[in-house]
């Protein structure tokens, strides 16, 4: 049993194809720095205390591997996730495509059903500084997201352009949630 005065604890799952920027994002959020050089995940763990609605809580963040390899892992932490932000690059067509796949592993994992999922998530399409490079038009992403019913946040871990709000935004939706 926890303490009296234990903190709340929400599990974030950060999902996304390789090279979309999950690591820099949560490195961006947890130590206020942009790592330039891609080196592939396995999967870190962050934790975090953070202030919610006035009240202390932790994150959790676990950082995944992009790498299909690395997918018969991938479903337990998807067991343990309270919310999920799904990462792609809006620079990579392919890393948008492979969104719809992320989202069917969590839902199947979660035992929801997409037409009445009430699983926090949210879709990201991460390196808005770089939109002169585009694949993925921003009315694409968006379409997807009413589609599946979620929000949809662009981002920067660059120049930590809404870094922050999709964390919280997310932590919200755990938070009302339960």
Same mark, same amino acid.
């Given at each position: ?107 199947? /994992?979660k035992g929801a059903d997409?037409?009445? %999922? !009430? $699983?926090?998530? *949210? ?6 500084? @770089?939109? =002169? ?19 949809? /946040? ?6 930590? %352009? !809404? $870094?922050?709000? *999709? ?6 939706? @755990?938070? =009302?949630?339960?």
């Amino acid at each position: 049993m926890p303490p009296i005065n234990a903190k709340p604890l929400h599990k974030v799952i950060m999902v996304g194809s390789g090279g979309v920027g999950k690591s820099a994002l949560t490195l961006q959020f947890m130590y206020d720095e942009f790592v330039e050089d891609y080196e592939p995940t396995k999967a870190d763990s962050y934790r975090k205390n953070t202030v919610l609605q006035g009240n202390e809580c932790q994150i959790d963040i676990l950082d995944t591997a992009g790498q299909e390899d690395y997918a018969a892992i991938r479903d337990n932490y998807f067991r343990s996730g309270e919310g999920f932000l799904c990462i792609f690059s809006i620079t990579e067509r392919e890393s948008f495509l492979a969104t719809q796949d992320f989202r069917d592993q969590i839902l199947r /994992v979660k035992g929801a059903d997409s037409a009445t %999922d !009430n $699983v926090p998530f *949210i879709l990201v399409g991460n390196k808005s500084d @770089i939109s =002169n490079r585009r694949q993925v038009p921003y009315e694409e992403a968006q379409a997807l997201a009413r589609q599946w019913r979620v929000d949809y /946040v662009e981002t920067s871990a660059k120049t930590r %352009d !809404n $870094v922050d709000k *999709i964390y919280y935004d997310l932590l919200q939706k @755990i938070h =009302n949630k339960f």
